[in-house]
T-cell receptor, first 116, second 114 residues
């Protein structure tokens, strides 16, 4: 089946620094990648949708200048949390999809970000 | 607007017992409904989906779910729990046609006792 990886699986950083999270589709080309955030005991919340070679579409309330998304190729998308603060600590999950509905989304294992 | 409510953040059953995980949805348009499972340190895996065809949907690993419009429910069941079923389960909804964004419930952690 389709496999999506994320790197790193966990990261701890100091407040004010930037952190980059990679999402890769290992055995297929993803036309669209999605980034979600999950707070403890809460739902996955969609942050943004990105298509290869174009700007990401951010959900309402998500700061595009803080959460930079780059989808440079059909197998790689990156999320950079800039000037991270403790409130950015969360579990970030990406998914990669082929053309079509959400049933074609394949999820990565997630990245646990802790900002001190 | 669409939303999903999963009743019970944690459900514990004995091995061999019935598994019932509850999901109620709210949608102003015909919904597509999904159940995902997440094992520790792994991504979400699609268990099954309802896309306006048969109301009783069978998925992987012996799970099934029934769409009940009158009750706005899409509960997940399995007749006999296995230890390997222990995981986090998420119900999700999207708009008809499956083209909308997924809206997830908060998840239900299933524990299976020997």
């Amino acid at each position: 089946g389709a496999v999506v990886s994320q790197h790193p699986s966990w990261v701890i950083c100091k407040s004010g620094t930037s952190v980059k999270i990679e999402c890769r589709s290992l055995d297929f080309q993803a036309t669209t990648m999605f980034w979600y955030r999950q707070f403890p005991k809460q739902s996955l919340m969609l942050m943004a949708t990105s298509n290869e070679g174009s700007k990401a579409t951010y959900e309402q309330g998500v700061e595009k200048d803080k959460f930079l998304i780059n989808h440079a190729s059909l197998t790689l998308s990156t999320l950079t949390v800039t000037s991270a603060h403790p409130e950015d600590s969360s579990f970030y999950i990406c998914s990669a999809g082929l053309a079509g509905g959400p049933d074609t989304q394949y999820f990565g294992p997630g990245t646990r970000l802790t900002v001190l | 607007a669409q939303s999903v409510t999963q009743l019970g953040s944690h459900v514990s059953v004995s091995e061999g017992a019935l598994v019932l995980l509850r999901c109620n949805y709210s949608s102003s348009v015909p919904p597509y409904l999904f159940w995902y499972v997440q094992y520790p340190n792994q991504g979400l895996q699609l268990l099954l989906k309802y896309t306006s065809a048969a109301t009783l949907v069978k998925g992987i690993n012996g799970f099934e779910a029934e769409f009940k419009k009158s009750e706005t429910s899409f509960h997940l069941t399995k007749p006999s729990a296995h230890m390997s079923d222990a995981a986090e389960y998420f119900c999700a909804v999207t708009s008809g046609g499956g083209q909308g964004n997924l809206i997830f419930g908060k998840g239900t952690k299933l524990s299976v006792k020997p």
